[in-house]
């Protein structure tokens, strides 16, 4: 089956080229057509009392997406007038201000202190005001809205809020990531020009896929729409998930082209053939450590996940199928831009290793204690503000709302409106007397004594009363705190607050922005957990299954792990925070992601194993061939997630990023340096727990379609050798002779002179 695929690949590029072009134009049309949602917090899950709580603030009171003003020195008319304008934009629901509970004639100082103390900064030079939106806070028309009262304020106003927020962010992410999407590319761009034997092959790659990443984010489109950090780091990871496909394809088409002089059709279906076991397993590797992220509470990780797992699937696929046509119909151009690659010999490393190996096989066992130890004090954050620069307009009015009113975030109370008045007292008293709670906005702060119900505004009453789809009426009391979201201090006041409010009301909400991130903590927490337990699980049965052992991933997936705790611990050595989706993403994408290294080494193990070398020869063979193809490609996707670590000022997205980059280097020094001896060390354990570990099972279509054993040339150079000759290594295959000594085609194979003569 697959030496048929191969042959038919190969021998019909212009029609494959013909059809990949097609389907770049349904593909582009999707992509454009597909939404992004920047309200990251819209991925909890809805079971969520926080969640549900936003939902009636949404149906109810048009409250889920609000902002906050703050006004300097503005008279009450200026007030008056700046409302107006407001409310008459598409897309506000309400501005609720002073003016909205007092006539603009009434001097400021005889105002009731009840309202004073809402409205107005302690030296009352500032005022405040709220906008309610018709739409949710990531709509477009509360982001155009957001937009249209920023041209209408003056320098003397500041607007604030999670909807403010969401803004602020796409223009960032608009801004930046053609950016550094540009710059991943040229990046990996130069690392393939220097790495690669053509100024040419480069390019080819990277437009092969170019058009893998196209179909990917095209394809976005059934999702309807897609978070704006899957977006951002979509076509990196991609880029630098799927490279190694295309590195491990090539280097196994220039062994082949050595074999297969003038055939280069021949050459490539048998590069197709070669490496498609090692590419299936390693690509279902990585599909599966993303798909890990499904499995989230935190719906963000099934955003990432089925995109990331989508793009992978289209990356093999485009590298099996488009990449050959490319290299076929270009490969003329592609010979006579030959250059030599800078890329050292990895034959004195191969060497140490398999020397050394029992030592190094220790050290990489004891690497662990040490490296679980350091990386468990990993600093993590969960406030969103964090996330993004603190120069943005949002974030810098945020810090004024902090500084004029004393107030970080905004919680809301859903209550049962139908509550005694004595009952609902004693509530907001007991509220008001938490720590950190600044005021406390409810219809009974306004009927006081002070202010007698009659002259309560009917527009008050809409803000603060509403009807539940079952018709009970529902009140709804804002909270502010001093406290910023995702503290200690913050999440001690929202565990007292609940407790409050459930005494009186058991059916109550507690919600707010304060309340989802804590609710972010609590869920990311038990995801980290469930995800590295699944991804583990899912690819350690995978490579079971591929390579019919089961001592294989152990030794595999250990080396990742390994490499995945001395990544996080280097972060605490820094002292560096990362987001709180960053330990789950780095610990099922470098898992899925470079355990290909690892396959890759196993499996050209297994085949130098298979044609009857021992242990140690096999190794040095599988290890110098399998290490240039291992470093080439660490090094690309350090390239291109390296360049957005660099440019990018979404917190977020630059985290992951520096994260995956350094992942990605140190996943390829424990995979040569630590996986490498330990497979030699256990191969005799190996042999007895894997299923025809040293036979050979692949076998080759021939130009004629006939089907020979994959050593069959080998045999024939054998029989039709004298009895003095020793066959040689070629070391353009990745081999090389048991002294360590190259050997090139031209070469003529080695007199037997001697017992004494060294053989392979």
């Not at 454009?32 to 819209?42: E, Q």
């Not at 990531?177 to 710059?183: L, M, S």
């Not at 046509?325 to 290793?353: C, E, R, V, Y």
């Not at 809301?412 to 008001?432: G, H, K, L, P």
Request: aromatic share 8%.
């Amino acid at each position: 089956m697959v030496y048929k695929m191969s042959k038919w690949i190969s021998y019909h590029p212009k029609t494959i080229i013909i059809v990949c072009l097609a389907l770049l134009v349904p593909a582009i049309i999707g992509y454009i057509c597909t939404g992004i949602n920047y309200d990251i917090l819209s991925y909890l899950p809805k079971d969520l009392e926080s969640v549900q709580g936003e939902e009636l603030l949404d149906t109810a009171f048009n409250n889920a997406s609000s902002s906050f003003i703050v006004v300097n020195n503005a008279s009450q008319k200026d007030l008056e007038k700046m409302k107006n304008k407001i409310e008459k934009i598409d897309g506000v629901y309400s501005v609720t201000c002073i003016n909205t509970l007092a006539d603009p004639s009434i001097p400021t100082e005889i105002l009731p202190d009840v309202l004073t103390d809402i409205f107005y900064s302690e030296d009352k030079e500032s005022s405040l005001m709220m906008v309610q939106y018709t739409n949710s806070g990531s709509s477009e028309e509360t982001m155009n809205a957001i937009k249209t009262i920023r041209s209408v304020m003056n320098k003397q106003c500041f607007l604030s809020g999670v909807s403010a927020i969401g803004v602020d962010t796409k223009d960032l992410v608009d801004k930046e990531a053609p950016v550094y999407i540009a710059v991943a590319i040229a990046l990996a761009l130069v690392v393939l020009i220097f790495t690669m034997n053509s100024f040419i092959l480069p390019f080819v790659l990277l437009t092969a896929l170019g058009v893998a990443v196209i179909y990917n984010m095209g394809t976005n489109i059934i999702f309807g729409q897609i978070s704006y950090i899957t977006q951002a780091i979509a076509a990196i990871l991609q880029l630098g998930v799927t490279m190694d496909y295309s590195v491990f394809l090539m280097d196994r088409y220039e062994e082949e082209c050595k074999k297969h002089p003038g055939d280069n059709k021949l050459a490539m279906s048998f590069a197709i053939e070669s490496t498609f076991t090692s590419l299936a397993g390693s690509s279902l590797t990585t599909v599966f450590g993303f798909l890990a992220l499904c499995f989230m509470q935190f719906t963000l990780g099934l955003d990432i996940g089925l995109v990331m797992a989508k793009g992978v699937l289209f990356g093999v696929v485009t590298v099996v199928t488009f990449l050959p046509a490319l290299i076929l119909m270009l490969d003329k151009a592609i010979k006579k831009t030959h250059k030599k690659s800078i890329i050292p010999p990895f034959q004195g490393i191969s060497n140490f290793t398999v020397k050394h190996r029992k030592v190094l096989a220790i050290i990489f066992l004891i690497l662990f204690i040490p490296a679980y130890l350091v990386q468990s004090n990993l600093n993590v954050y969960y406030n969103m503000d964090k996330a993004l620069p603190q120069d943005l307009d949002s974030i810098s009015s945020l810090s004024v709302l902090k500084e004029r009113f004393n107030m970080a975030t905004t919680h809301f109370i859903i209550c049962d409106a139908n509550m005694s008045s004595s009952a609902m007292t004693q509530m907001t008293n007991e509220v008001e007397e938490v720590d950190g709670v600044v005021k406390v906005l409810s219809l009974s702060s306004f009927i006081g004594p002070s202010i007698p119900l009659s002259i309560l505004p009917d527009e008050v009453k809409d803000i603060c009363v509403a009807k539940k789809d079952d018709g009970k009426e529902i009140q709804l009391i804002m909270i502010n705190s001093e406290y910023s979201g995702a503290t200690d201090e913050e999440n001690a006041q929202i565990d007292t607050l609940y407790k409050i409010v459930k005494k009186y009301d058991k059916d109550a909400y507690l919600t707010g922005e304060g309340v989802l991130e804590k609710d972010l903590i609590d869920v990311t927490n038990r995801d980290f957990i469930v995800t590295n337990i699944i991804s583990i699980a899912a690819i350690f049965i995978l490579i079971m299954i591929c390579l019919k052992s089961f001592s294989l991933p152990v030794i595999l997936v250990m080396g990742i792990e390994l490499a995945i705790l001395l990544n996080k611990a280097i972060s605490v050595i820094l002292g560096a925070e990362v987001p709180f989706i960053g330990p789950t993403v780095i610990g099922c994408v470098q898992l899925g992601a470079t355990v290909d290294y690892a396959i890759l080494l196993a499996t050209r193990f297994k085949e130098e194993l298979s044609n009857g070398q021992n242990k140690e020869d096999a190794m040095r063979v599988a290890a110098n061939s399998a290490s240039r193809s291992i470093f080439q490609s660490a090094v690309v996707f350090f390239a291109a997630t390296f360049g957005v670590y660099l440019l990018c000022n979404i917190s977020i997205v630059k985290s992951i990023c520096g994260m995956l980059a350094r992942g990605s280097i140190i996943s390829a020094i424990v995979i040569i340096v630590f996986v490498t001896p330990t497979l030699v060390c256990c191969e005799s354990f190996i042999n007895k727990t894997s299923i025809k570990w040293r036979e050979p099972t692949l076998k080759r279509a021939t130009a004629n379609g006939a089907e020979e054993p994959q050593d069959e040339k080998t045999e024939k150079a054998k029989e039709q050798a004298p009895d003095d000759f020793v066959p040689q290594l070629s070391i353009k295959d990745g081999t090389m002779d048991k002294d360590g000594n190259p050997y090139h085609p031209s070469t003529p194979p080695m007199k037997k002179h001697d017992d004494k003569e060294k053989r392979i």
